[in-house]
C-alpha cells in the first residue's frame, strides 16, 4: 500500500519559513518524481515544485527563488524548504508521487497523493 505522509506545516509569521516534509512508503521511492502542489481557499489547485528522480528541480513562477525542494532517498522523503513566506502562501500542501519525469507541472499526472498539510502565513 502507498502512503505519502506530510508533516512540518503550522502557523508562521510573513517573511518567515517553513519546511514541509513527505515521507513516502509502498514505492520505489529513488525511481519517482516527486512533486508539491498546493490549494487555497477558493482557488484551484497549482503546481508548486517537482523533482525528478535525477535530482533536477523545477519550480511554479510564484515560488521561484523562495522555495527549495529536496529529496533524501535514504529516507524516502522529500522536502519543501519555503523562505520569504507570504500571506498569499496560505494554502493545504500536497505532495504527490508518479513513476515519469515528464508534466511535471501536470496535477493530474501523478500517480499517488498525500493527505496535505495546512500552512498559514500571517501578515
Known amino acids: 500500500q502507498v502512503q505519502l505522509v506530510e508533516s512540518g506545516g503550522g502557523l508562521v509569521q510573513a517573511g518567515g519559513s517553513l519546511r514541509p516534509s513527505c515521507a513516502a512508503s509502498?514505492?520505489?521511492?529513488?525511481?519517482?518524481?516527486m512533486g508539491w502542489f498546493r490549494q487555497a481557499p477558493g482557488k484551484e489547485r497549482e503546481f508548486v515544485a517537482a523533482?525528478?528522480?535525477?535530482?533536477?528541480?523545477y519550480y511554479g513562477d510564484s515560488v521561484k527563488g523562495r522555495f527549495t525542494i529536496s529529496r533524501d532517498n535514504a529516507k524516502n522523503t522529500v522536502y519543501l524548504q519555503m523562505n520569504s513566506l507570504k500571506p498569499e502562501d496560505t494554502a493545504v500542501y500536497y505532495c504527490a508521487a508518479k513513476r515519469h519525469y515528464s508534466d511535471r507541472d501536470d496535477q493530474s499526472s501523478y500517480t499517488y497523493w498525500g493527505q496535505g498539510s495546512q500552512v498559514t502565513v500571517s501578515s
Open positions: 509502498g514505492i520505489t521511492f529513488s525511481s519517482y518524481t
Open positions: 523533482i525528478t528522480w535525477s535530482g533536477d528541480t
